[in-house]
């Protein structure tokens, strides 16, 4: 009687050992051959600043119709609402030159000095169309946002102050955290009547500038 108690006892024990060797040499057999030694390499990329300002200095080229091209330079505050849209504040001055028809007759001048002093004042608001990455090197890239840009304000020329709409488009590249340099193209539109019929002069800016966020 206690040989066969015995067995009852030792065999539930005897499977469960044999189940947890099993369960062992399983396991061991399941690891791969050879372990890679693999080492996570962190990776550093340039994004836009947490903080939501952004202030900067642009320089380009502003072609005044019937007043030739001048040289634009100005600045600029902008508030990122989100990582989509964002509203902007600029301001740009240039100057106009001479008409075809001054050129043509000599000492005329359809403006004094002082009205040909050009100054432009907008509040904007930009979308972010395509935000990507431009690759420097092969293992290095810069992050990127294509954008389109539209809104109102005026512009001060030929002695009056003139409500004005812009639209347009623009190119940053994030240099650093905080650090972001811009190529744009605008147009400005105004109503003006200093050579005759009134009309909507076509006013085209290029530039590009560099912007700090804050």
């Keep these: 009687m206690e040989n066969r ?20 040499a399983q396991a061991q057999d399941d690891r791969p051959l050879i ?10 990329e340039a994004m836009i600043d947490t903080e939501n300002f952004e202030i900067g200095a642009f320089v380009g080229v502003l072609n005044i ?28 001055f240039a100057e106009g030159g001479e ?8 000492n005329v001048e359809v403006l004094t000095d002082s009205e040909r002093d050009y100054s432009y004042y907008n509040i904007n608001l930009g979308y972010n169309v395509l935000p990507g990455e431009a690759f420097l090197t092969e293992n290095y890239a810069f992050n990127t946002n294509f954008y389109l840009i539209a809104g109102a304000g005026a512009t001060d020329f030929a002695g009056d102050t003139r409500f ?10 994030l240099l650093t955290d905080s650090v972001a340099v811009h190529i744009g193209v605008r147009q400005h539109y105004y109503r003006i009547d200093v050579l005759g019929a009134e009309k909507t002069s076509m006013n085209t800016e290029v530039s590009t500038g560099l912007s700090v966020f804050f």
């Design 5 to 24: 108690t015995k067995h009852l006892f030792l065999k539930p024990a005897c499977l469960a050992a044999g189940l947890c060797v099993a369960g062992v």
């Design 99 to 106: 008409t075809s028809f001054e050129k043509l007759a000599g």
């Design 35 to 44: 372990e890679p030694d693999v080492t996570p390499v962190p990776v550093t």
């Design 164 to 173: 004005t709409l812009n639209a347009g488009a623009g190119y940053q590249v």
């Design 65 to 92: 119709e019937d007043f030739e091209s001048s040289l634009l330079y100005g600045g600029k505050l902008t508030y990122h609402l989100s990582e989509s849209f964002f509203f902007e504040a600029g301001i740009g």
